[in-house]
C-alpha cells in the first residue's frame, strides 16, 4: 500500500516550481528584468539560462544548467535536469541526451510514491517523451493528472504536453479544445507557456488545414516572443508547423527566419537521430527546411500550385524542391514521403 503524503507533503508538492521565465508572469519585452529581480540569486540564474536557451544559445544554456544541476538541490537540481536535456537536444549533443534521460530515470526511480518530487518527476519524464518520441513509450497517466497536479503556474506547459500527444494519437478535436481552453482561461500576460500552447494549435489547425486559424495562432506566438528574441520554441516546433514559418517569416523577417531556421536544423538532426533510435522510425535528418517543409505539404494532398502559394515561392521552385527530396529520400510519389515526416 503506497503512503499516504501529508497536508505539509501536499502543499510542497503542489505549490513549488522549479522554473523561473518558463512559467512566467511578465510583460513581453522585459524578460530579462523580470530574472534579474527574480525573488532569490538561485531563481534569477534559473531564470537567465532559461533566457539563454529561448534566445538561441543552447550551448551556453547547458552549461548553466549543468552547473546549476550540481551547485543546487531539490526542485531546482531537477528542473535543470529537464532543461539541460532539452538544451543538449538543440544543441545537437545526442549523447548528453541519452546521459540526461537516464540520470532522470534513476533519479525517479529512487523516490518512493509519496516523496513530494515524484510527481514532478513524473511530468519531466513524460515532457521528455512526447518531446523525444511524440508519443511516448508509456501512457499518459489517468488521461492528464499531471497537467492537474503539478505546480498551478506549471499547468499551461502541462497541458501543451498533453496537447501534443492528443495531437499524435489522432485526436485532434480534443486537442485543440484543451490547448485553446487552457491558453483562454490561463493567467496572462505568461509568454513562454502562451507561445508554446499557440503553437500546438497553430500545429492542429494545419494538420486540419484550417490555414486562417493556424496563421493567427503562430502570429500570436510571434507577437510574444519578437520582444524579447525567443527564436527557440519556433526552432523545436518547425517540423510541425508544415510552412508556416515561411509563409509568416521568410519575407517579413529574414533575419529572423534564418535564425530560427538554422537552429531548427540543428534541433532536427538531433531530434531525428535520437527519435528514430528510440522508435525504430526513419524520418529523414538530410532535408533542408524548406525541402522538410514542403515534403510535410506535398505529402497532406497539397497541389504544387497550393504549395506555392502558401509558402511565398513559384511552383517552378516547388517542383524543383521536390525532385531533391525525391533524390535524397530515395523515393518516387508523394505518398511515400509520409514516411520520412512527422
Known sequence: ?????????????????PFVLTTGI???????????????????????????????????????FE?????????????????RTLSALAAGNVYDVIETYRLAKDLHDAFDPGHPFKKMSDFFLLYFNIIVNNVPAIDFPAYGVNAFSVPESLKPMAFYIY??????????????????????????????????????????????????KAEYYFRYAWSLAKPDHLVMPFAEMRGKLYGMLEKCLRFEEPAAYKEISDLANRYHKSWVFIHNALTGER???????????????????????????????????????????FNKLNVGCRKDLIKFVI
Not at 552547473?67 to 535536469?81: M, Q
Request: with cysteine; charged share 20%; proline share 4%.
Open 283 to 325: 524520418l529523414a535528418d538530410n532535408l533542408t527546411a524548406i525541402e522538410y517543409n514542403i515534403a510535410s505539404l506535398a505529402c497532406r494532398n497539397m497541389t504544387n500550385q497550393e504549395i506555392a502559394d502558401f509558402s511565398g515561392i513559384t511552383i517552378n521552385s516547388v517542383r524543383a524542391h521536390l525532385r531533391n527530396i
Open 1 to 17: 500500500m503506497e503512503p499516504v503524503p501529508t497536508n505539509e507533503e501536499k502543499r510542497f508538492q503542489l505549490s513549488f516550481d
Open 26 to 64: 511578465f510583460q513581453p519585452g522585459s524578460a530579462e528584468d523580470y530574472c534579474r529581480t527574480s525573488a532569490d540569486a538561485v531563481r534569477g540564474t534559473f531564470g537567465l539560462a532559461e533566457l539563454t536557451y529561448y534566445r538561441g544559445d543552447p550551448d551556453t544554456a547547458f552549461n548553466q
Open 163 to 212: 496537447t501534443n500527444y492528443l495531437i499524435e494519437t489522432g485526436d485532434i478535436g480534443r486537442a485543440v479544445g484543451m490547448a485553446e481552453g487552457a491558453l483562454l482561461f490561463m493567467k496572462k500576460p505568461a509568454p513562454i507557456s502562451e507561445i508554446y500552447l499557440s503553437l500546438v494549435i497553430c500545429s492542429a489547425y494545419m494538420s486540419r488545414q484550417k490555414w486562417e
Open 67 to 83: 552547473s546549476i544541476r550540481h551547485e543546487e538541490e531539490g526542485f531546482a537540481s531537477v528542473g535543470a535536469l529537464l532543461c
